[in-house]
């Protein structure tokens, strides 16, 4: 019990409040150790917001609405991606399922998986920022060096070798399933 959090609005637990979520999930990533295998799950009312900083091809943000939306505001993709993805350590293996409405890029992962019948590969997201793609715990003037360099090296790829890809605190393979509702981080 000591390693699971429950946010759920049915009296008996804290409310997946805003704050309540962000704070979870930044205390999973922090806890998190290399060889760790963690698994996050929301269930709940997911949405949508006008993109922005122009970052989404559909020009809106996915988002996952906590009880007090109202007040407090939606928790965006690229929110999710900073607070959840990137300053994860290297060798923690984490499947994130999130089972609520616009939930397929919920993460902003760079890389996707499409198994339509006509694609079956990984694809990069050309909008992915990787100069924003750094570590939370890294300085400024290393983390935009190392932003610069990683974006540099994506740019001048021609197939980029995800399993070679520096998000999420190492070399960790990323991989988002867009067309269903389970996002795997590996």
Known sequence: K????????????????????????????????EGDVAFCHYSGHGGRLPDDNGDEEDGYDETLIPVDYDKKGQIRDDDLLKILVHPLQEGVTMT???DCCHSG?????PYRFT????????????????KDALWTGMGLGVGMAAGNAIGNAVVSAVTPDPEMMILGGGPNAIHEYSDTDCCVIS
């Not at 979520?21 to 930044?26: D, E, G, R, S």
């Not at 890029?105 to 992962?109: C, E, I, N, S, Y």
């Open 2 to 33: 000591k390693n699971v959090t429950i946010l759920m609005d049915d009296g008996a637990h804290k409310p997946p409040t805003k704050a309540g979520i962000v704070n979870a999930y930044k205390r999973l990533v922090k806890e998190s150790k």
């Open 96 to 98: 994130c399922l999130m």
């Open 105 to 109: 890029t919920v993460l902003d992962l």
């Open 115 to 130: 198994s339509d019948g006509d694609l079956e590969e990984m694809e990069i997201n050309d909008r992915t920022n990787f």
